[in-house]
């Protein structure tokens, strides 16, 4: 598995302390903020402490009074993961550190050969998934979005993956581009498992089982990024395994052909 990562990842290099040091107090300010401003109930309270009335009301209204209040919740959350998890490492990238993006993992050049692999996993996956599915923790908690039984996938639940989608390439940048690429120079190969930890806590409060899982995934995904030096294999398998566990539970719910 290792004999393709580049031989300069699995040695460290020095002279990077500094840039150790920016990116992981970075990912924790980051993670830090989105928890909280990336809550709508955060913003709610925080509008009405401020007493921004006016605000407050119109805030209030798309999240909680709207007929669309669900999906408007689940946007915003996916929009602030987008601004905190890409756009921020981006233009520390750009401005403060002053490198390229591919460096990071933002490489498209990828052969078929390099997905090959992990359509293979994604395979193995399926059953595992659709197991799972099952049980009543991730029928609980799965789709975020949650279809009533008159509602039609199109258009709310539609439009929710494309941000489903778009929130799983910021979580791969995040994790696997700027704290992995930009940490490896400092501790090669064992930067999989820096990476890992603060991604295995983002899973708490979810079930067991897939908080669990976040720490293979993040090992498995980590070592991905290294060897293709691309954030681009992890979010497809990332994704296909999230819509599958998605599309498992909606047809276990007999949500998925309703008419």
């Given at each position: ?122 395979i193995i ?29 199109y258009p ?80 497809m398998l ?22």
């Amino acid at each position: 598995m290792f004999q393709n990562i580049p031989r300069l990842v699995l040695q460290p290099r020095k002279k990077s302390g500094f840039k150790v040091a920016l990116i992981c107090t970075a990912v924790a300010l980051i993670l830090t903020l989105n928890r909280y401003l990336g809550d709508y109930r955060f913003i709610l309270t925080l509008l009405h402490n401020m007493e921004l009335n006016e605000l407050n009301a119109i805030f209030r209204s798309l999240m909680l009074d709207h007929s669309n209040a669900q999906l408007h919740q689940l946007l915003y959350w996916a929009a602030s993961i987008i601004l905190f998890y890409f756009i921020t490492p981006i233009l520390l990238i750009k401005f403060i550190l002053k490198e390229r993006l591919t460096e990071y993992g933002l490489t498209i050049h990828l052969s078929w050969e390099s997905y090959r692999p992990y359509l293979l996993m994604l395979i193995i996956m399926a059953p595992i998934v659709i197991y799972f599915s099952g049980t009543q923790s991730f029928l609980a908690g799965y789709p975020f979005y949650t279809i009533q039984h008159t509602e039609q996938l199109y258009p709310n639940f539609a439009i929710w993956q494309f941000f489903y989608f778009l929130q799983f390439i910021a979580l791969e940048f995040l994790f696997r581009g700027f704290l992995l690429h930009g940490t490896k120079g400092k501790f090669g190969f064992y930067a999989i498992f820096v990476m890992m930890i603060p991604y295995c806590m983002i899973h708490f409060g979810k079930p067991l089982a897939e908080a669990i899982g976040a720490i293979v995934a993040g090992i498995v995904l980590g070592i991905m990024s290294l060897k293709t030096r691309s954030i681009w294999p992890g979010v497809m398998l990332h994704y296909g395994i999230a819509i599958m566990m998605d599309l498992s539970v909606l047809y276990r719910k007999e949500m998925l052909l309703q008419e």
